[in-house]
């Protein structure tokens, strides 16, 4: 006879076995879908680039190699890509720009929502949601119309005597940054209301009655219960404004690439499909980088607060 204990793990290790059957499907699609294009984008970086686009199945690391350095066509000397390297500079620049700017302007958005009455937050949230409702590229579109020479802003600033002539704020890293961000802000908004909502105010409270300052109980209350929610809000802007390839291609004028731009130039004009490849792991990789840290930093704040 066997015990009671046994009978429960028996019937809990069928259950798992049931589980696993039924998600096949589900796993087998996903492997499919995700992990095979990944895996011919992988295999590309290691072969030859075709005469007119395409691959030659020659095994190669030309393509790794040509990501930072590049040949000199003459006498073969090694130098750093100049123009790979400025463009993932400009790259992860504009992105951790985008992103301090979306925690900067995003922490007080979501503070006030969170800080309204529960009737109408929902409201709130929705004015928020809005922009989804629109094509990514008529967003920057409409972003284009407030920052170019005849734009609103320059045509404010000209009313208001503030300037005589128009800014030129367009096809510059300015205007890149400024479209990402429109585009990409409610992303930021919304994990740091996710967690402000969940907040207890009476903590607040009790660091006013301890005689805190407000910039003290900013720093020591409300951030650091708020962390997980300001660590996801930025994941999810800096990793899609790292490959953003409409908003640079918009508003920089084809002048200020980014690294999706360079990605589709190498499998359109370039014709060097192992290159595009390559530039496209690295890519992954950067992102894989930034979710790591995402990941030990949501534990860290996990375990310090039990």
Known sequence: MRSANEVAEAAERLDVQRR???????LAIIFCAALGPLLVVLTYTFLTKGDYGG???IFST???FSVFFERDMFDDTLSFADAHVSILWRSVKLSLFTTALALLFGFPTAYFIATRAENRRDIWLF???IPFWTNLLIRTFAMMEVIRNEGIINSGLIL???IETPIQIMFTDTAI???MLYVYLPLMVLPLYASMEKLDFRLIEAGYDLYATRLQVLWRVIIPLVKPGIIAGS???FVPSLGAYVTPRVLGGGKNLMLGNLIDLQFGQGRNWPLGSALSITLM???MMAMLVYVRQASKGAGSHG
């Open 177 to 179: 940054m400024m479209g």
């Open 285 to 287: 990789l950067i992102v």
């Open 62 to 64: 030309e393509a790794w």
């Open 20 to 26: 696993l059957w039924l998600s096949a499907p589900a």
């Open 160 to 162: 208001l005597g503030v």
């Open 55 to 57: 691959v030659k199945w």
């Open 235 to 237: 994941i999810l802007v």
């Open 127 to 129: 004015l928020i949601t």
